[in-house]
């Protein structure tokens, strides 16, 4: 049996200031979609690599539920088996140096898949001593792409991906660091919500593909839920 493809695709042109682009931070290796950074430009890249932050703070952004389990909702079984996130302007908030160079990165990207769910590590080694209360940013770009059985029985491969948006991301941190301390946390970026509410069985499949309009209540729903599905776990 042929299993269909369900799309979910926004294509829209992002213009980002030069200054916002000029030195940038990744979490994971591999361009930014329809990013380009400046060659001339040195890379600003943390030296933290996961594990436990010798200084600052240090965030372990983690994918759940594990790819390849199953969840339900409205009678849909959902697994998810590959994500992509790119964020820029990610910025610790408290009352010590919001926003600049020590606590900001220009340029994050998440990624997960099948054989690769290792955390992925953001780290912020120049963070002053502080209290923090939230992390913000702006997801500009994802991928997601799974398999969903309908509640009549029929299969299907999904991908929602937009290459260009501007999604607003906050969650709360509630740190206090001291000064020559160490402290990391794990952030976890839920997969389960964010998919679980497309309205799958509207969805008409004509060649094996559906395009979904950029305006349709099924990308609506799956912006309104990045937004609210990242949060510190520790």
């Given amino acids: 049996m042929t299993i269909p493809m369900i799309r979910l ?3 829209l042109v992002l213009s980002l200031a030069g200054s916002m682009l000029a030195v940038f931070t990744t979490a994971c290796s591999g361009p930014a979609p329809g990013i380009q950074a400046d060659a001339d430009v040195p890379s600003s890249d943390s ?4 594990g436990e932050i010798d200084s600052g703070i240090g965030l372990l952004f983690v994918s ?8 339900s909702h409205d009678g849909n079984t959902i697994s ?26 220009d340029l994050v990207e998440l990624s997960w898949k099948e054989d690769k769910e290792e955390a992925v590590p953001v780290g ?36 929602v991906e937009q290459e260009s948006v501007s999604l607003p991301i906050e969650f709360s941190l509630a740190l ?10 794990t952030v976890e970026v839920d997969l389960k919500n964010i998919t679980e509410e497309i309205p799958f069985e509207d969805l008409t499949v004509e060649n094996g593909e559906i395009e979904i309009d950029e305006d349709s209540e ?17």
């Fill in 80 to 105: 998810v088996r590959s994500a992509e996130f790119t964020i820029v302007d990610l910025r610790l908030i408290g009352d010590a140096a919001s926003g600049d160079f020590r606590t900001s990165k």
């Fill in 64 to 71: 759940v539920p594990p790819f390849g389990e199953t969840f």
């Fill in 176 to 185: 206090s660091l001291e000064a020559g301390e160490g402290q990391t946390l």
């Fill in 124 to 159: 912020y080694e120049d963070a002053p001593p502080g209290m923090y209360s939230r992390v913000r940013g702006t997801v500009v770009g994802f991928s997601i792409k799974g398999d969903v059985e309908l509640d009549d029985g029929t299969e299907a491969e999904f991908e």
């Fill in 9 to 11: 695709r926004r294509r």
């Fill in 47 to 50: 030296g933290f690599i996961g």
């Fill in 218 to 234: 099924a990308m609506e729903k799956v912006e309104e839920k990045i937004g609210e599905s990242f949060e510190v776990t520790d």
